[in-house]
């Protein structure tokens, strides 16, 4: 058995994933019922990741990720995208995506379906759980707030919708 930390004294199991090639927060839990609220699509829990692409980036290929793509096992759920990071050359940029998906590699597949690759991929917050300025390798416990927001999450709000008024009943 590999170790990757220290002996905590109970069996921890990764909620979510990263590929090989990606970086960031990963969260390690032992309770089943946050796994559940974090993994399961009827959650909604955000990811948000920073990520390098190469290849031509416009205003086009920009709304077509902002819009959803087709994969080969279906279309993707509208993303919020925003450019994060744009040097003079056009063909290195940064950009913050901020998901609900859980698909394998999802991120590096979209990008792919548009034309661009990704050279970087860092996993930045979960839910409201942050990375921060935690170092690789490293780990720190959730706080009270943390755990409560990823046992009792709130789906994010959709755009032009506003919560129904709640009128008391009548006697």
């Known amino acids: 058995m590999i170790s990757l930390g220290p002996d905590l004294g ?10 090989f090639a990606s970086e960031g927060l990963l969260l390690l839990s032992n309770d089943g019922d946050l796994t559940q609220k974090v993994l399961h699509p009827r959650y909604q829990v955000e990811r948000e990741y920073e990520v390098k692409i190469k290849g031509e980036f ?7 990720l902002r819009k959803g793509v087709q994969l080969s096992d279906g279309p993707t759920k509208p993303a919020h995208v925003t450019i994060q990071r744009r040097p ?9 995506f901020v998901i609900t998906e859980g698909r394998n590699r999802i991120i590096r597949r979209m990008c792919e379906a548009v034309g661009l690759s990704v050279l970087r991929l860092r996993r930045v917050r979960v839910g409201q759980v942050t990375l ?9 416990y959730l706080n009270a707030i943390e755990k409560d927001s990823l046992l009792h999450p709130v ?3 959709k755009p032009g919708r506003k919560k129904p008024v709640r ?5």
């Open 58 to 64: 416009t205003n086009e290929i920009l709304d077509r």
């Open 167 to 171: 009128r008391p009943a009548r006697k």
């Open 10 to 19: 109970v069996r921890l199991y990764p909620v979510g994933r990263l590929d």
């Open 132 to 140: 921060g300025d935690l170092k690789p390798g490293k780990f720190r």
């Open 155 to 157: 789906p994010p709000a």
């Open 88 to 96: 003079e050359m056009q063909s290195n940029v940064w950009l913050r």
